[in-house]
């Protein structure tokens, strides 16, 4: 369904590592809004739903659930730093436009012209 980097598992090994249960997985998922249409969010999330997809990174889960599924089939996530500083981005083959931060996105079949 998604490629995870091994840059993006390296950066969510560390960030789980901050906190009290390092095991969490992490969730990504899709919400309508932002810049564009749609948004990707990511947070842990102790809480795994019968609808969730589970993908298995090198020690890693991530969490997907049934909604977000069909925007992010083919996507990679991947993190790169730069002078303005780190981040996770999205390389979703699905998006035909996507917003200048990174996190928003369109879809074609979704557009309203």
Do not use: W
Request: with cysteine.
């Amino acid at each position: 369904m998604i490629q995870i980097s091994q840059a993006a598992v390296k950066e969510i090994k560390r960030l789980q590592s901050r906190h009290q249960n390092p095991q969490l997985p992490l969730r990504l998922s899709v919400r309508t809004g932002g810049c564009v249409q749609l948004y990707y969010t990511l947070e842990f999330d102790s809480q795994i739903n019968s609808d969730d997809c589970t993908i298995e990174n090198d020690g890693i889960s991530v969490l997907i659930d049934s909604y977000s599924s069909q925007y992010l089939k083919g996507l990679t996530l991947d993190f790169s730093e730069d002078l303005m500083g780190g981040g996770f981005r999205f390389q979703n083959p699905n998006a035909a436009e996507s917003c200048g931060c990174g996190n928003s996105f369109r879809l074609e079949s979704l557009s309203s012209t």
